[in-house]
């Protein structure tokens, strides 16, 4: 078998590609040639015989000889007189007598039976599209077999003349009945032997079979799709009647609680009434008749309830599915929405949440809002007003009849429960979304609940911090322990949970704490702020308070920026890495005022927050420039870390707030000799300049913090990078971690709502010797600023700071000191008006000097809020000592930042 390559060809482009399979043909194999063609070659070169192919042919198949010579033009004259010679008749028998002429130029006998001539899909075809049968051409060669009436056989013509007869010989075909698309010319071409050859009679009946079970499945579909429409039609129905159903469930709960209501106040008319009589024992028998009947009454609406609500439930949690257009479904929904179909169109709408004192009777899904029902605290909990006292279910509460209402009020409601003075019962406390409350449930008010301020940009506000009592069973230092946090002033923001804060608003976040202790602890401590009081919370900030080589107070402040969340908590932590310091009465904190600030951004005022560890633990001897990892940014394109990781970038100008925090270990003399400096810069232009300068007293194989805070002005390309300076004769190792003892953190906030000033203190008027609540002189700033101002003027001047406007404030003091003082204590200070007392803000204290060490140095920090006109200044006290000088050149700074509310 050869494999064939069959062209299907109708229109004008059937001849064209007539010719170009017969020239195809000729290329590929010149020993294969197209049917109906003379088998016999025409060249003395080949003298065997062949068989010939095709239906003219009376032998088998035979193949063109491999030299197909086009040297027949006599037989095309021979051609063109027998097509001289056709008779001229009518137009319809000239029709089919050309355009049954075979392609070689033969032309049927007219007695030929076409039925029985016919062959492949043309005996399928009817008859009046059917081609005639055409006569044998006879055969030339050996092969053949000579008959009577055959006439000469001509030679063979040439390829491209005959290819142009055949062209302008055959006409269209008609159109088929079966596609409706002509039927064009079949062509096949012997390409190679093959295995693949498929008749064309299958492949037209394969499409008959295709068709009819084409249109099978379409009237499949079409029932299908019926059917499917009743099943909605039925299921709208079904869930229209379910909705009614449920609606007159709640018109009836809402009659019985409008009964129940007014019988509750009749009885209270009357009771008070009785009340005023002396008649003890018609009071008892009205008295019971009343609750007799509200027991009945009562009973009357639960069975009621029971049986309503006992109605058979359809499930039309199902996807409705939209056919012939009609969409019964509302598109996507969220999570806390559900699909309301009586809107036209249908629409999603929230759930229905639950009233305080009911439960919920059924969830809210896809398409069906949830079903909410009194409890009945009275049958819950049989002895909840005690075994003499009735007990009266009322909607969201319960009354207990009888009770006074100190006794009430006294908390004889319970858990989640508050008495109600104006309808004299218990009602459930109320539960606020999203956690947001300002004041929890207690025995007589209920829980009050606030929402987001938008039009607020900024607040501020401080706590307090104490240790557990020792007899605490949670008071032990190892593994650590959390510190009570009172709230001193009133925040919309926060509100304090016993040993924490609980965040109400989205927002920034800002937070200093001020430190001071006395311990015996190994090693050292670890002081912490921790975000999410619970096995989740991860440190914030964090710095190690050294182990001190004698017993005195020492002191630390940390800092941190995050981006918080309604309902997450802020504590403070502190533990020790070992169990030497495992009672709480080890510990000896000083009690500051106010050691603990907060400072809250809005999300409008466009801030950026941002944190950074360091990348990896380092050993140094000199200088240490750290490398940082973003761990958390609100904005990545304000603000950036440069190629290298060593810098901060900023984008656009505005006002930064930042802190960065350094644990390390050293060893060697001269570490407590010169101590360690911790110096910022920002470069401006491609120009390096000193931002802040602090100082640390250094420590021999102990454990310690080094920690920077400071506010300042920054402009777009800024940048901000840190060094630590430490005696060439120090080994220092940095620590790497990922607590908060070595982060960078800071805020970023766009300067029409912010400004802030860097300046040192004076070199005249430092106190010095034995110092009673001193004030420090600070010198004017060379960048001016508006909002803040250093008087200049009177007795207040280089004493004070001055703002033109109402806002919040962040503050940061850096001391660098001599003394002998046994406490040596700052105090941040904050005046209203010229005729009024100073009030104190916060404090710090610092202890004595370590020995061996040239300075020492203390740190505070705090944010408040201010008004129009509000001064604030910082003073100085030495407690059993004297001050013998205050570095002014580097080393002691202040830093403030004012930010609009």
């Keep these: 078998m050869h494999e064939k390559m069959v062209i299907f060809l109708s229109g004008p482009s059937t001849w064209m590609g007539g010719f170009l399979c017969l020239l195809l043909c000729s290329l590929v194999d010149a020993e294969r040639c197209l049917e109906g063609a003379n088998c016999q070659s025409s060249t003395a070169e080949s003298e065997q015989q062949k068989t010939c192919v095709g239906a003219r042919c009376p032998a088998k198949h035979s193949r063109l000889s491999r030299s197909f010579h086009h040297t027949a033009s006599s037989s095309t004259s021979a051609q063109h007189g027998r097509a001289q010679q056709q008779p001229s008749g009518s137009l319809r028998e000239e029709h089919v007598t050309h355009g049954m002429t075979d392609p070689w130029g033969g032309v049927p006998h007219p007695g030929t039976n076409s039925s029985r001539d016919c062959k492949g899909i043309e005996c399928r075809l009817p008859l009046r599209i059917r081609m005639k049968s055409r006569g044998r051409i006879p055969c030339t060669g050996e092969g053949c077999a000579a008959g009577e009436g055959q006439r000469e056989t001509p030679g063979l013509v040439r390829l491209n003349d005959r290819a142009a007869q055949f062209i302008g010989e055959v006409p269209d075909f008609p159109t088929s009945e079966l596609g409706g698309a002509p039927l064009g010319v079949q062509l096949t071409c012997d390409i190679k032997p093959g295995e693949n050859e498929v008749p064309s009679e299958d492949a037209l009946i394969l499409q008959l079979h295709l068709a009819k079970g084409q249109e099978k499945f379409v009237e499949s579909l079409k029932s299908q799709q019926k059917t499917i429409s009743d099943l909605q039609q039925k299921l709208s129905d079904q869930q229209a009647l379910l909705v009614n159903q449920q609606r007159e469930i709640i018109e009836q709960q809402r009659k019985m609680y409008e009964q129940m209501d007014m019988i509750k106040v009749q009885y209270s008319i009357l009771f008070d009434t009785v009340k005023q009589m002396s008649f003890q024992s018609l009071q008892e028998d009205i008295q019971n008749y009343f609750e007799a009947h509200l027991q009945g009454l009562q009973n009357q609406v639960r069975n009621n309830l029971q049986k309503t609500y006992s109605v058979h439930k359809l499930d039309v949690d199902a996807k409705v599915i939209d056919v012939e257009g009609t969409s019964m479904t509302c598109g996507p929904c969220e999570s806390d929405e559900y699909c309301n179909f009586q809107k036209t169109p249908p629409k999603c709408e929230k759930c229905t949440l639950c009233p305080a004192g009911f439960f919920q009777l059924s969830d809210c899904t896809e398409n069906v809002d949830r079903i909410c029902q009194d409890r009945d605290e009275c049958m819950d909990s049989p002895s909840i007003c005690g075994e003499r006292i009735k007990c009266l279910n009322t909607p969201g509460g319960f009354r207990c009849l009888g009770v006074p209402e100190k006794d009430a009020a006294l908390g004889l409601c319970g858990d989640q429960y508050f008495f109600n003075k104006e309808l004299q019962e218990c009602q459930a406390c109320s539960e606020c979304e999203e956690g947001v409350v300002v004041y929890p449930c207690t025995a007589d008010s209920d829980t009050v609940c606030t929402t987001t301020t938008e039009s607020k940009f900024s607040e501020s506000c401080s706590a307090s911090i104490t240790l557990p009592s020792p007899k605490m069973a949670n008071a032990q230092v190892f593994p650590g322990l959390y510190l009570k946090v009172n709230e ?31 311990h015996n602890c190994r090693n050292f401590l670890q002081l912490s702020l921790k975000l999410n009081n619970s096995e989740e919370g991860y440190e914030i900030s964090g710095s190690r308070i050294e182990q001190p080589e004698g017993k005195y107070f020492q002191s630390t ?6 981006e918080v969340e309604p309902s997450q908590t802020l504590s403070v932590f ?59 940014v609100s904005d990545p394109y304000m603000v950036s870390l440069s190629h290298d990781g060593r810098s901060i970038k900023f984008t656009e100008s505005g006002v930064v707030k930042f802190v960065f925090q350094q644990a390390l270990y050293s060893m060697g003399p001269t570490c407590i000799r010169e101590g360690f400096s911790l110096v910022s810069y920002i470069n401006r232009n491609g120009t390096n300049s000193e931002l802040m300068h602090i100082f640390k007293s250094g420590v ?55 400004t802030a000033i860097i300046t040192t203190v004076s070199s005249a008027g430092l106190p010095t010797g034995a110092v009673r609540n001193k004030l420090l002189h600070f010198r004017e700033s060379s960048l001016n600023d508006k909002m803040i101002q250093l008087v200049t003027t009177g007795q207040l001047a280089h004493k004070y700071f001055m703002f033109a406007e109402r806002g919040a404030v962040s503050v940061s003091l850096n001391l660098k000191l001599i003394h002998s003082c046994n406490v040596i204590k700052m105090t941040l200070n904050k005046l209203e008006s010229d005729h009024a007392q100073p009030s104190v803000i916060t404090q710090q204290i610092g202890g004595q000097m370590p020995e061996g060490s040239l300075w020492t140095s203390v740190s505070l920090r705090s944010s408040f809020e201010v008004q129009n006109g509000t001064k604030i200044s910082v003073s100085l006290d030495c407690v059993r000592g004297r001050v013998n000088q205050i570095a002014h050149d580097q080393g002691t700074n202040i830093s403030i930042m004012w930010v609009s509310t």
């Excluded at 380092?618 to 973003?630: D, E, L």
């Design 488 to 518: 001193k002033s009133e925040c919309e923001v926060f509100s304090p949970d016993e040993n924490k804060l609980i965040i109400k608003q989205h927002g920034l976040l800002w937070v200093d704490l001020n430190f001071a202790v006395k």
């Design 700 to 754: 021999n194989y102990r454990d310690t913090s080094i920690s920077a805070s400071g506010a300042a002005k920054v402009i777009g390309g800024d940048i901000i990078n840190f060094e630590i300076l430490s005696p060439s004769q120090c080994n220092v190792r940095y620590f790497g971690e990922n607590s908060g003892i070595s982060m960078l953190s800071l805020i970023w906030i766009p300067t029409s709502i912010s």
């Design 557 to 562: 402040s940390i800092s941190c920026a995050a």
């Design 574 to 632: 502190l533990k020790s890495p070992n169990q030497y310091c495992n009672q709480s009465k080890d510990l000896n904190m000083y009690d500051l005022n106010t050691p603990l600030s907060l400072f809250w951004l809005s999300h409008d005022t466009g801030a950026v927050a941002m944190s950074a560890q360091m990348s990896t633990a380092m050993h140094y001897q000199t200088n240490y420039r750290p490398t940082f990892k973003i761990i958390s």
